[in-house]
């Protein structure tokens, strides 16, 4: 399991505008972008009866995790299980591919495929649905735009248009209505990297209007709800 270093920003559309028109001298767009431009992200968070994950986030626990489905820009033939896990300020994340059929039964509560499956992450998920009695909570939709600068494996995302699906977990329904949650003129930003910021990124995201931020799209949607 490889730890990245994560920072958040809560901006607004002045800085996104000036920081993206900085980033397209010196990165490269994500390759999941529509026409070079943004992407539509889905996802369903698990979190169990006590709300463990999202209690976790809010009360800043060092070491957590969560679990999640994932597709983008509405293809459901393409489907992620992730795990995301925090530690001493680093972040992680593992995922492995799952059948739209098997997803189907997953948020059906059918899950003994899980624990027969040869894929790690299918076997945890089984235990901790099993123990932690977790299982599908809520869905989070967002626009994202994406920028990757090679040395030191320095991913650039900016989200917006975060919308809850407050209680439904109907994932696959690509035409399931979700509710805006943020603040239109808030635009998220965030930074990954691995040992190292470069120099010419911390110049790049700068601005006078940014606010550190410890934000969870997770926590925001389902604290709307």
């Known amino acids: 399991m490889v730890f990245r270093h994560e920072i958040k920003h809560l901006i607004n559309e002045a800085d996104y505008l000036a920081i993206s028109k900085r980033l397209k001298f010196i990165a490269h767009v994500d390759k999941n ?10 996802s369903l968070y698990f979190d169990n009866y006590s ?4 209690n976790e986030k809010l009360l800043g626990i060092n070491n957590r995790e969560k679990f999640r489905l994932r597709y983008y820009n509405d293809d459901t033939s393409f489907i992620r299980l992730e795990k995301k896990s925090k530690y001493n300020g680093l972040c992680s994340k593992v995922s492995t591919f799952i059948s739209k059929e098997k997803c189907n039964l997953l948020i059906e509560g059918e899950i003994d495929f899980l624990k027969e499956s040869t894929e790690p992450l299918f076997n945890e998920l089984y235990v901790k649905m099993k123990t932690q009695l977790i299982k599908p909570k809520t869905i989070v939709d967002y626009v994202r735009q994406a920028y990757i600068y090679e040395p030191g494996n320095v991913r650039i995302t900016f989200d917006k248009s975060i919308k809850t699906g407050l209680f439904a977990v109907d994932f696959l329904n690509t035409e399931k209505l979700t509710v805006e949650t943020l603040d239109k003129r808030y635009i998220i ?3 990954k990297y691995d040992a190292f ?4 990124i911390a110049d790049c995201i700068q601005t006078n209007e940014r606010r550190a931020t410890a934000f969870s799209k997770y926590a925001v949607c389902r604290m709307y709800g």
């Open 51 to 54: 709300d463990k994950a999202l």
């Open 189 to 191: 930003l965030e930074v």
């Open 33 to 42: 972008a529509r026409e070079g431009k943004d992407y539509k992200i889905r």
């Open 197 to 200: 910021l470069p120099q010419i």
